[in-house]
Nanobody, 121 residues
């Protein structure tokens, strides 16, 4: 059984920073791409940033230059450093990962339960 657990969300003032973390655990053979999505009230879930198994990142245009995604393959973790936060980034942030479980020949997309990020003005 594989699960993703996010941490690091919270309330911060505009201009502040937060660091989100996501740890994958369970019966894991390998992890391919990992990423962060967010969903604000009344809006669709959208990609914030992704990172390949080799460490190549990609970002939504709205967060380029302010957010940094990284991963630690040895610890099966992915992080999202968020700087210069604005109220409009308030949302629930979800971690996802393409994981191949042990004893499986294919990978599956797993999601965490989300962590709330609130930026006050």
């Amino acid at each position: 059984q594989v699960q993703l657990v996010e941490s690091g969300g919270g309330l911060v003032q505009a201009g502040g920073s937060l660091r989100l973390s996501c740890a994958a655990s369970g019966s894991i053979f390998s992890i391919n791409a990992m990423g962060w999505y967010r969903q604000a009230p009344g809006k669709q879930r959208e990609l914030v940033a992704g990172i390949t198994s080799g460490g190549s990142p990609n970002y939504a245009d709205s967060v380029k230059g302010r957010f940094t995604i990284s991963r630690d393959n040895a610890k099966n973790t992915v992080h999202l450093q968020m700087n210069s936060l604005k109220p409009e980034v308030t949302a629930v942030y979800y971690c996802n990962a393409d994981i191949r479980p042990k004893f499986s020949s294919i990978g599956y997309l797993y999601w965490g339960k989300g962590t709330q990020v609130t930026v006050s003005s």
